[in-house]
């Protein structure tokens, strides 16, 4: 699995979720963005959070200073730190990596496997 998204689950309003994408080596090594984005049914997929290689993060105006983004470069990973949850961020997130193979001259975009979060009482 290049990308493993993972961390989903019901919370109630105003609670905190940690979700993870774990990323293979290769595909963390030559990431130059990954990116969060959730998905509820009729909607548009939504970019909530991104964070560059360098540590440069971004967030959409509906979850910031709620969430927040990190890179453990140690694990290969990206967490989304989820608080003071809403029922509108009620969705399935997805977690994305833009790579560019230097050696190659390739840019590729993997996907993850979605993880569902449910906000409810």
């Known amino acids: 699995v290049q990308l493993q998204a993972s961390g989903g689950g019901l919370v109630q309003p105003g609670g905190s979720l940690r979700l993870s994408c774990a990323a293979s080596a290769r595909i963390f090594s030559i990431a130059t963005m990954m990116v969060w984005y959730r998905q509820t049914p009729g909607k548009e997929r939504e970019l909530v959070a991104r964070i560059t290689a360098g540590g440069d993060t971004d967030y959409a105006d509906s979850v910031q200073g709620r969430f927040v983004i990190s890179r453990d470069n140690a694990k290969n990973t990206v967490n989304l730190q989820m608080n003071s949850l809403k029922p509108e961020d009620t969705a399935v997130y997805y977690c994305?990596?833009?790579?560019?193979?230097?050696?190659?001259?390739?840019?590729?975009?993997?996907w993850g496997q979605g993880t569902e979060v449910t906000v409810s009482s």
């Open positions: 994305n990596a833009d790579t560019f193979d230097r050696t190659r001259g390739v840019a590729t975009r993997f």
